[in-house]
């Protein structure tokens, strides 16, 4: 086990979660753009669509009663059709707020995360046995040996997205540093 510990403490040496958490939101500021791009889209849609709608509407109201009842059904169907989109419009527009409510607590939770995953590494260190076995079982799945007696683990999400898989090897069971 003191090889995975040594592979935490390199990987609080390599990664500098300063640029994590500016990398993670410029990522999140384009997606919000994104967002912002796609909502004001779906708001032009849903204006056409109930034009359309009112337009239809229109020609319903101007109908006499002597008209087919074919046409009748038509603009009716015409009208439900456009309806229903519209509520499709708005349930994605909804969608789409919730994601761009708040800026600024994605923000706060890229860096709460990243202050964890500091934390993680000082603990790591310092921490006694038993607080270091808690935490590496929270972060890699089982510990698996190959044909070539080297120790194979593999990080839990959300720190298979962070870490590269350089660290997935230990050394070879047996020998120094192995276990």
Known sequence: MDQLYEEFGRIGQKYDFTSFVDDMSEYANKKMQEFTVEKRELLGQKTQKQRKIDDLAEK?????????????????????????????????????????????????????????????????????????????????????????????????????FIFEPEFSTGSPVGEPGGT
């Open 60 to 160: 319903y109201a101007e109908l006499d009663k002597e008209s087919p009842k074919a046409v009748k059904d038509k603009l009716k169907k015409g009208m439900a059709d456009l309806q229903n989109d519209v509520v499709n419009i708005d349930e994605r527009i909804k969608q789409i707020e919730a994601k761009i409510k708040n800026p600024e607590k994605l923000r706060m939770t890229i860096e709460k995360f990243s202050n964890s995953l500091n934390s993680l590494i000082n603990r790591l260190e310092k921490g006694d046995l038993v607080e270091k076995d808690i935490l590496v079982r929270n972060m890699v799945s089982n510990l698996e040996i190959d044909a070539q007696k080297r120790v194979i683990y593999r990080y839990k999400s959300p720190f298979n």
